[in-house]
């Protein structure tokens, strides 16, 4: 019943931009906390961005703070990622998750339903 469809995903050089978006099928999306992850091969999946109505602004990790920017058409059930000065170690598969309960949408093992991500490649 819940299905999340990530596009926008491809090959880039340093310092470029790409912009990430999530279709969802959900008809309560507006209540929803959406969020981005990425996995890059051989490491753990960690959380990148989110935006959840139980706190004021987005919530990002350090390692994309200024660069990347979550945002969200509620009206078009959509989440974006705009990405920005990309680096090599911005290589993963991307993924876009929701957490149905807004409840702890930092965390992997607490998003609820999850997208089948799309790459990005950032050569130098």
């Known amino acids: 019943q819940v299905q999340l469809v990530e596009s926008g995903g491809g090959p880039v050089q340093a310092g470029g931009s790409l912009r990430l978006s999530c279709a969802a099928s959900?008809?309560?999306?507006?209540?929803?906390?959406m969020g981005w992850f990425r996995q890059a091969p051989g490491k753990e999946r960690e959380f990148v961005a989110a935006?959840?109505?139980?706190?004021?602004?987005?919530y990002y990790a350090d390692s994309v703070k200024g660069r990347f920017t979550i945002s969200r058409d509620n009206a078009k059930n959509t989440v974006y990622l705009q990405m920005n000065s990309l680096k090599p170690e911005d290589t993963a598969v991307y993924y876009c998750?929701?957490?149905?309960?807004?409840?702890?949408?930092?965390?992997?093992?607490?998003?609820?339903?999850w997208g089948k991500g799309t790459l990005v490649t950032v050569s130098s």
């Open positions: 935006t959840s109505w139980r706190v004021s602004t987005p």
């Open positions: 959900v008809r309560t999306f507006s209540l929803y906390a």
């Open positions: 998750a929701a957490d149905a309960r807004d409840d702890s949408f930092w965390l992997s093992e607490g998003m609820d339903y």
